[in-house]
């Protein structure tokens, strides 16, 4: 019997888009401290399959488990632990950079001062600037400390090097290689893998 | 609760920093019902016989207008996904937006009444029991028309079909709220029809939001 503590698994995973049939009999477990990489031409189904993976739609076939439970069946502080994020980053362009982090820091109930973590993704300058007025970048990285501020345990990102220039992109490994360090468990999607490859990654090919 | 308010601000933010948009229904409100008595003779007794259907049916086309768009934003921009993953359940969430959406529009619409009713020379007695009958019914139809943003979220042109499938079961809440104007206008007792009113809010405001959530789970799968 393994003594290891899967967090994430996944058991004869189907997914679909439509009528299409994009995986089939997808099986893998994450312990605490992976990362998985979805790696697959356009249109394969990475997207779809991360958000049968967030709980956003339901597999085909199969089942998805985080700790052990079903992800239809979690507790909310257990759906809390699942960070999503897709090509849009969910930020209110009417809203500054400060207004869009303390709202989702006051959502998931982590309130507080945001200054240090603004600053290491270098938007201290437009902190109180309408998202309206950011470039693509500083969007991503705004959408980036979003996650950050939810104290989430599981990332599943989706792209999340778009729009990012090499520091923000060597900011996002930097965050992913702590995240995981501290015990997160991380599954990205992405077309450049070679930037987020570390030992005992997870390849999932589509 | 503490995420039934979180959610209930930033929609409250969100709306006063888009006033034009607050502003159009209530402009439409105003336009139609002052498009009535242009058209129609200026008899005194036939602005009053249809004076109350008409700032009713305008009330309700103007809160369909109003929240036909109530999910599109969050869902087009990624907000929605991420409220669906946060700990607030999603019935509490629609709570929150659908009371936002009343307080910034619903409440307006009940302040402009008794001035706009003026122009059909409804008595002063009809105009605050009208106030009060909207007061009642306007939870009551941000719920409907919120299930029926809901359902078409997913859809580019969902407006026009919002119409369709929230307007026949607005049916009552006209019916009870013109008859409510109505016997006030003429002096007798009104307490009936805002009961039944009163009791429809309570039966929507309590079971439509969970119908608002799954429809929107669904919608967005």
Known sequence: MSSVEYLLASRSLAVTRGEVRLINELDFELAQGQLALVVGPNGSGKTSLLRVLAGLSAPALGQVTWRGVELHRLAPEQRSELGYRGHFDGLKKDFTVTENIEFYARLSGHQGRHDQLMSDLSLTEVKDRQVRFLSAGQRRRTGLATLKVGGTRLWLLDEPMTNLDADGRSLLAGWLEAHLHDGGVAVVATHQPDELLRSGTLMIEL | ?221
């Open chain 2, 1 to 221: 609760m503490t995420g039934f308010i979180v959610i209930l601000e930033r929609d409250l933010k969100l709306a006063f920093r888009r006033v034009s948009e607050l502003a159009n229904p209530l402009l439409f409100f105003v336009i139609v019902t002052s498009l009535f008595p242009l058209a129609l003779s200026p008899d005194r007794l036939l602005l009053q016989a249809v004076g109350a259907g008409v700032l009713w049916v305008a009330a309700l086309l103007s809160s369909l207008l109003a929240l036909e768009g109530l999910f599109r934003a969050d869902v087009e921009d990624g907000s929605m996904e991420q409220l669906m993953l946060s700990p607030v359940p999603l019935s509490i969430i629609v709570l929150a937006k659908i009371t936002a959406h009343w307080i910034v529009s619903g409440v307006p619409l009940i302040a402009l009444v008794p001035v706009v009713a003026l122009s059909f020379e409804l008595p002063a007695q009809a105009l605050w029991v009208m106030a009060a009958a909207l007061l009642l019914a306007t939870p009551t139809l941000s719920v409907l028309v919120s299930i029926g943003a809901a359902l078409t979220v997913s859809l580019k042109s969902g407006g026009s079909i919002i119409g369709l499938l929230v307007l026949p079961l607005c049916s009552p809440l006209l019916i009870f709220g013109a008859r409510a104007t109505d016997l006030a206008a003429q002096g007798e007792a009104v307490a009936g029809p805002l009961y039944l009113l009163g009791a429809l809010a309570v039966f929507s405001v309590s079971l439509g939001p969970l119908a608002a959530a799954a429809a929107l789970k669904v919608g967005l799968e």
